[in-house]
């Protein structure tokens, strides 16, 4: 019985100490435990705070090229503007010379039927 009361003993013993171990870890691990928790808690509205971010970006990019596309537009439109405008002061820089040789024409043309007249 002495043996089997010692073995009691050595068994409650070795049980304290599993326990006494299993707290002791428990004490050790659980706050670390609890600190990758919250660097996880911290990760994640990280990543939150630049998913709105990079939303935010997103947005204001696409307003940027729709902005871009619409000077792109209009700059065709004004090119296009200046083009015909161009093409209306050519002809019309020209249009004195092409009078004048009109006249210079006529006044021919009225001298010879003059002349004819005259002639007449």
Do not use: C
């Not at 200046?82 to 040789?101: A, C, V």
Request: charged share 40%.
């Amino acid at each position: 019985m002495n043996e089997e009361k010692k073995l009691d003993a050595d068994k409650q013993h070795l049980q304290s100490m599993i326990n006494m171990k299993v707290q002791n870890e428990k004490d050790r691990l659980i706050p670390e435990i609890e600190r990758f928790e919250q660097m996880i808690k911290d990760i994640q509205n990280s990543n939150a705070e630049y998913d709105k971010s990079f939303e935010e970006e997103t947005r204001k990019n696409n307003e940027q090229s729709e902005v871009l596309n619409s000077r792109d537009k209009s700059k065709e439109e004004l090119k296009e503007e200046f083009e015909g405008l161009q093409g209306n002061y050519i002809k019309e820089k020209d249009e004195p010379t092409r009078l004048g040789k009109g006249n210079e024409n006529l006044r021919i043309a009225v001298q010879h039927l003059k002349n004819d007249m005259e002639s007449l």
